[in-house]
């Protein structure tokens, strides 16, 4: 799966999570200064991420430099390697 694949997957998740057009999504968007997202909404975002891309629980370690679309994208990406 290329990154430009795992980001419009992401995109539609995100864009499904926030009730968002997909077009307003983009690999910088910031999940709390941009969505407001607080630590339950990140959460529920990384289980649809676990689920939609197969790729196992996450350490919670590792989603703590997780603050834009682009920093989720390339970690799914480094994952699914």
Do not use: C, H
């Not at 910031?30 to 939609?52: I, K, N, P, R």
């Not at 920093?71 to 799914?76: E, F, L, P, R, T």
């Amino acid at each position: 799966m290329s990154v430009e694949e795992i980001f419009q997957t992401m995109r539609d998740l995100v864009a499904e999570q926030f009730a968002m057009g997909p077009a307003e999504i983009t690999m910088e968007t910031s999940f709390e200064e941009d969505l407001g997202a607080d630590s339950v909404d990140l959460v529920e975002l990384v289980m649809a991420m676990e689920e939609e891309f197969d790729m196992g629980e996450a350490g919670e370690d590792e989603l703590t430099g997780l603050k834009t679309v682009g920093d989720a994208v390339n970690y799914v990406a480094s994952k699914l390697k």
